[in-house]
């Protein structure tokens, strides 16, 4: 709905025009267009939003009388008053042809008007979708054939997402053949058999819907050795039969993972959407390697150090789709703004690739724990530490008392030094506070600086689909004590210009990436922000970050009440997922949580804010996935937060609590969904959108959670039809018969052993190894 451009109470004559179009009340229609007045109207598009629901944007009168399907309104309006037939009530949008093909009624004669009287057969609307696309998606053979036959309707035509009328087809042979007689796909009909051609051109989704349209292919015809159909299943064409007769839809859904779909955010839901218009879900871990080279090993694997193909394929496994990783400002420019090491950018770019091939999407994070390794943290480079005055650079770690010694050669703080106090507590020192008052105020030329190494960054990956977007700034602090209780100041003040000077530095070579970007640390409930970096019309391509720590826990970061946690996590989550829906921040992701351990209580920590996250539709990563010489940690030992124990173990029970089933990708508008770490039962709820041709896919892990099996239950029954063909995912496509924006529940629950089963099978095995 816009609300914007809802009538007042008034009821003018665009007004009644469009109630009686909405009544197809033709008699009304033509006094009220009599009028010299009204005429001026039989162009221009008006909002029926303020009557009908299903219109939340301006079409024409000649446009919305084709959708109600008044054949009697669309004569009157071509031939009496003339309106232009390809009128698009806005720019890129449909015409009237599209809504004719889609008419409640008298379908077929609308568009045979609008033909006749010159309508554009190929009209393309703002998605590249054409008249035959749609009809073709709602298997109108009738309309097909019209469109084809009379208008020459163009069966090559690609939309935005580069798919063709043919891919829209759904197991109908009559709108196969009209399709491929009038030049949907190369193929010579006096060479070969159409179907012996496209198994030997491996059009395998092809071949899959000629036999679901009820085609029998002659095996007499193939010319060539052709694959029996036990290789075609091997093929990934699944199969079931029964007798002469499939009993299920044929599915064929490979994983490629050559190129992930660019991701974005609908600024109306604020769920991330992929280019099919699919919702989008992420589970993920942080990799942040803090010291020198600030990369994991690439190559070989190490428990606590390398993110390797083995490490990636783990990840995979266990359903984790992002990784939030460390983009350092030091690594790439080491001595001076000017000199840009390109080494690690393309260590930073192999990263990404590898990424890419297992199917996990790159959050490149800016990270900085304590500003500068020269005050026990890490962040920025040393040439912008040495930018602080002489006095405050030498003062740290004061007023926090402690004993810092320094590496000789490096002036560093020791690593043991450093760690003998928690990291968060030299936050309030005087050189950390003035390292961030000169970041955010640019003394220095210091944020001029941080912008080129973002400029940098986003130049060498504006055209990696696979790169999720930038989060701009880990965990920015205050740069005065009194700051740190007036909440909502340093968002106001400091980091809101920041964020603009930094997104519009990035824009001007990246305009399609998600920035992310985060409040104080110290803003728990409210922030101080009033919009996004980019403003509104960037809510498609911005991001508000936070993170969810539990405040009340051990030296390991394991809570210490479950109460006190259960209130903090559920109030931290809830307050900032409606401050961002309030406020229209765009999306929002929880892109830190966790750093505990293997204990029953860190991993009741774990399953409590990721049934939060599931409750409110939240996307996530853990901190983190190995130790990573992580400097700035609370928890002690730093192995504590990690996959892995001190001793390369992997820490199983971890790994469950994380490795939970949920929906990647949704085709519709998700309502619901909730994981059962105990039953391991899992339930999504949506509306389907069944114009979206790419499936649902959701993740469970069979080994972990469902080792004997599952069960997949689907309402309204033979709605869907799912297959598996990777492990551990499911795709879920809708069948013909369902409609759309009907409300579809997927439930999977494990299956159990029959002890009664196993043991009486084992006995007749016995029963035949004694009569031999």
């Known amino acids: 709905m816009l609300p914007a451009h809802r009538f007042l109470p008034s009821y003018n004559t665009d007004d009644r025009l469009i109630v009686a179009i909405i009544q197809q009340d033709l008699t009304k229609v033509l006094y009220i267009l009599e009028s010299n007045r009204a005429r001026s109207t039989i162009n221009q598009s008006l909002y029926f939003g303020s009557y009908r629901d299903d219109f939340n944007h301006p079409i024409t009168p000649l446009a919305a009388a084709c959708h109600f399907g008044s054949y009697e309104i669309v004569d009157i309006l071509i031939n009496y008053f003339h309106a232009n037939i390809n009128t698009q009530h806005l720019p890129g949008w449909k015409t009237a042809l599209h809504y004719a093909v889609l008419a409640k009624s008298n379908r077929y004669d609308i568009v045979q008007i609008l033909l006749q009287h010159g309508a554009d057969v190929n009209a393309q609307d703002r998605y590249g979708t054409t008249p035959l696309m749609l009809a073709v998606l709602h298997s109108d053979c009738d309309i097909v054939h019209l469109l084809l036959e009379q208008a020459g309707a163009n069966v090559r035509i690609h939309n935005q997402y580069h798919l063709t009328a043919f891919d829209f087809v759904k197991y109908n042979l009559t709108i196969i053949n009209d399709l491929i007689r009038n030049g949907a796909i190369s193929f010579n009909i006096n060479d070969k058999d159409l179907f012996q051609w496209l198994i030997i051109n491996k059009h395998m989704r092809l071949a899959r819907l000629l036999i679901e349209a009820g085609y029998v292919p002659p095996i007499t015809l193939f010319q060539q050795r052709i694959r029996p159909l036990k290789s075609l299943c091997r093929l990934k064409i699944r199969l079931q039969v029964s007798g002469t007769h499939f009993r299920e839809r044929i599915q064929t859904l490979p994983v490629n993972y050559s190129k992930l779909s660019p991701i974005q955010i609908d600024p109306l839901t604020q769920h991330f959407i992929d280019e099919y218009g699919r919702v989008r879900i992420f589970h993920g871990v942080n990799v942040v390697y803090k010291l020198p080279p600030f990369l994991p090993n690439l190559t070989d694997f190490d428990p606590q150090k390398s993110l390797t193909n083995d490490d990636l394929n783990n990840l995979h496994q266990w359903g984790f789709n992002v990784i939030r990783f460390y983009t350092s400002w030091m690594g790439v420019n080491p001595t001076s703004e000017t000199e840009i090491d390109q080494q690690y950018l393309s260590q930073l770019s192999k990263a990404v690739q590898m990424m890419e091939d297992k199917g996990i999407y790159a959050l490149l ?8 390794r020269y005050f026990c943290g890490e962040g920025v480079p040393d040439w912008i530490a040495k930018k602080l005055d002489d006095d405050v650079f030498k003062s ?16 560093y703080p020791t690593l043991e030094a450093c760690l003998a106090r928690p990291f968060f507590q030299y936050y309030i020192t005087q050189a950390v506070m003035d390292g961030f008052q000169m970041l955010y105020t640019n003394q220095h030329g210091v944020l001029d600086s941080f912008a080129s190494f973002w400029r940098t960054i986003a130049s060498t990956f504006a055209n990696r689909s696979s790169v999720l977007g930038y989060e701009l700034l880990n965990e920015p602090p205050f740069t005065k004590l009194v700051d740190a209780v007036k909440l909502g100041e340093v968002d106001r003040a400091y ?9 519009d530095v990035i824009r001007q070579v990246d305009d399609k990436r998600i920035i992310f970007y985060e409040p104080c640390a110290v803003d728990l409930l409210q922030t101080g922000f009033q919009q996004g970096p980019g403003g509104v019309d ?8 936070y993170h969810v720590y539990c405040l009340d826990v051990t030296k390991q970061d394991d809570p210490k ?3 006190v ?24 992701m929880l892109t830190e949580f966790g750093a505990i351990s293997n204990s029953t209580e860190g991993i009741k920590e774990i399953t409590r804010i990721t049934n939060i996250a599931d409750e409110y539709l939240q996307s996530w990563s853990y901190w983190q996935f190995k130790k990573y010489e992580d400097l ?4 002690s030992p730093a192995t504590t937060e990690s996959f892995y124990t001190e001793d390369g173990k992997l820490e199983i029970n971890k790994v469950r609590a994380l490795s939970r089933s949920y929906a990647q990708a949704i085709a519709g508008q998700p309502i619901s969904m909730s994981f059962d770490s105990i039953s391991f039962s899992f339930q999504l709820t949506f509306d389907i959108n069944t114009n979206i041709q790419q499936p649902t896919i959701i993740y469970i892990n069979e080994d972990l959670n469902y080792p004997h099996g599952n069960n997949i239950d689907v309402s309204p029954v033979n709605s869907l039809t799912w297959a598996s063909s990777n492990r551990n995912y499911y795709e879920f496509l809708p069948t013909t018969s369902t409609k759309n924006s009907t409300m579809i529940t997927i439930k999977i629950t494990p299956k159990t052993l029959n002890w009664f089963n196993i043991l009486w099978n084992w006995f007749k095995e016995k029963i035949i190894f004694w009569k031999k």
């Open 632 to 635: 700035t940690t609370a928890a």
């Open 565 to 588: 946690c259960d209130v903090d996590d559920t109030l931290l989550i809830s307050s900032r997922y409606e401050e961002a829906k309030k406020k229209k921040f765009g999306g929002m």
């Open 495 to 503: 980091l809101a210009p920041m964020y603009k000077k930094l997104h």
């Open 561 to 563: 009440s479950d109460l």
């Open 365 to 372: 994070d800016a990270h900085q724990d304590v500003f500068s």
């Open 538 to 545: 960037y809510n498609n391509r911005q991001v508000f970050s």
């Open 396 to 411: 740290f770690p004061m007023p926090v008392a402690a004993n810092i010694t320094r590496e000789p050669d490096t002036g």
